[in-house]
């Protein structure tokens, strides 16, 4: 049973471009859950989703970033022009069902705007 | 404080001793999570305990939960240098559809050979 998988591992974006992330969450788990962590500090929480709907999403700026988990496919954390502040890793975790069981974390993607 | 605030933010000990890392917080919680992160690396799950539990043991790990105070500590046995990492606990508020955990600023251990 492979773990969450995250892709890219990297990301280098110039400001103005967008962002796009990845998460395949393990097998058998429908909840998912996106952090960011900043450099020495902890994560986090942006978002938190079930396949097609969007549970609680008050850790999101409100405004260019955005979270989908589709039927089918992975779920996606859009960042529409970056800016430099937006540099950080970016976590995402799964868990089978309730939200209050163990989460899984993916490697993250680092994120780099220039 | 922050909700999930570790102390001490660094602990330094030789191989074979043990290290206590605590974490405080401030509201209710489901549960209480303790995870490991290698530098630069994801996280790595290391223990649950529900907030009608007060003691969970996995190896050399050994984590207390104390409700009354709002607090729990992680205590690694019989430390190895492969243990040197950063050390996060997080919290699962109680109540709520709220999917997140809360994380502190972490503790960052390192086991010298």
């Known amino acids: 049973n492979a773990g969450v998988m995250q892709n890219p591992r990297h990301l280098v974006r110039r400001r103005g471009q967008e962002a796009r992330l990845r998460c395949s969450p393990m097998?058998?788990?429908?909840?998912v859950y996106w952090y960011r962590q900043l450099p020495e500090e902890g994560l986090k929480f942006m978002v938190y989703?079930?396949?097609?709907?969007?549970?609680?999403e008050s850790g999101m700026p409100k405004e260019r970033f955005s979270a989908e988990f589709p039927k089918e496919g992975p779920s996606i954390l859009r960042i529409q022009q970056v800016v430099r502040g937006d540099s950080a890793a970016y976590f995402c975790?799964?868990?089978?069902?309730?939200?209050?069981?163990?989460?899984?974390f993916g490697p993250g993607t680092r994120l780099t705007v220039l | 404080s922050q909700q999930g605030e570790e102390d001490p933010q660094a602990l330094s000990i030789q191989e074979g001793e043990n290290a206590t890392m605590n974490c405080s917080y401030k509201?209710?919680?489901?549960?209480l999570q303790w995870y490991r992160q290698n530098s630069g690396r994801g996280l790595v799950h290391l223990i649950l305990?529900?907030?009608?539990?007060r003691e969970k043991h996995s190896g050399r790990l050994r984590v207390t939960l104390d409700t009354s105070k709002k607090s729990s500590s992680l205590l690694i046995t019989a430390s190895r240098a492969a243990d040197t990492a950063s050390y996060f606990c997080?919290?699962?508020?109680?109540?709520?559809?709220?999917?997140?955990?809360?994380f502190g600023k972490g503790t960052k251990l390192s086991v010298k050979p």
């Open positions: 975790a799964s868990s089978p069902g309730s939200h209050t069981d163990t989460q899984y």
């Open positions: 305990i529900r907030s009608n539990e």
């Open positions: 509201t209710s919680i489901n549960n």
């Open positions: 989703l079930q396949k097609e709907n969007i549970i609680d």
């Open positions: 997080a919290t699962a508020l109680s109540g709520g559809s709220q999917g997140n955990l809360i």
């Open positions: 097998k058998g788990h429908s909840h």
